[in-house]
């Protein structure tokens, strides 16, 4: 498994990272960031984990896990439309590695998490967060975010809070009522990286265009899973 740069990375960077979770929360938020910032796509991560397939939408191919770049605001952007079972510690551990290799200044994860395992269940989605730094804290505490206490957190993010113990990583939790996309709670993780990052991002159009965007990602996610079940028909199929 390796990381193919297309291109050139300015210095202290920052990394995005949303991974499709539950409602699909992390996907539907970083998609809306390229869109929104213009990033650029600079590279993708590869590899015989990695499903061969890629989307086609509106004439451009989607790949599995993309790599983009907002230069203005130096933003690395992690695009993923397939889970990647099983390959989550590779995918963290390489994330580390060009990290270090990039001299990213902080990686922020933006994950969903269910309403019904917090403690108190709101009517509006909530923000909440970890982090593994003072500065980043008392930021949060001024966006009146709440300290995620309790919570099982899995997949890559999971293994990133593992392994990039002695790097800045910030979570950024959205609480979600539903499997199915929700576009609300993407929309709240804009809202939070409006604050912290200063990107002056209106989230109306996401939310105006809610169901439309929605379907655009379950669509991608759906070619996405067919493809990767082809694929495994196909081995059993040269085995029996």
């Not at 390796?2 to 960077?13: C, N, R, S």
């Not at 790599?67 to 690395?76: S, V």
Request: glycine fraction near 8%; proline fraction near 5%; charge should be positive.
């Amino acid at each position: 498994m390796e990381i193919v740069l297309e291109g050139k990375i300015k210095g202290k960077p920052k990394l995005i990272e949303g991974f499709p979770g539950l409602g699909l929360v992390g996907t539907i938020a970083t998609e809306f960031l390229i869109e929104q910032l213009k990033a650029k796509p600079i590279g993708s991560i590869t590899g015989s984990e990695i499903p061969p397939l890629v989307a086609v939408h509106d004439n451009k191919l989607v790949k599995p896990i993309g790599l983009f770049y907002a230069e203005k605001q130096n933003l690395l952007i992690l695009h993923v439309i397939s889970g990647i079972p099983g390959a989550e510690n590779k995918i963290a551990d390489l994330l580390v590695q060009k990290i270090k290799q990039w001299n990213v200044s902080e990686i922020i994860s933006v994950e969903s998490v269910a309403a019904p395992l917090l403690k108190k269940e709101t009517k509006e989605g909530k923000g909440y967060y970890y982090c593994n730094n003072a500065s980043c804290k008392k930021k949060m505490k001024a966006l009146g975010l709440d300290e995620l206490k309790e919570g099982i957190i899995m997949g890559v993010t999971g293994a990133l809070m593992l392994k990039a113990k002695k790097l800045p990583l910030t979570c950024i939790f959205a609480e979600t009522h539903t499997k199915l996309p929700d576009s609300k709670a993407a929309a709240k993780i804009i809202e939070v990286l409006n604050g912290y990052l200063d990107l002056k991002i209106d989230v109306k159009p996401l939310l105006k265009s809610a169901e439309e965007f929605e379907h655009k990602i379950k669509n991608l996610i759906q070619k996405a899973t067919q493809a990767s079940k082809t694929k495994d028909k196909k081995k059993l199929s040269y085995v029996g």
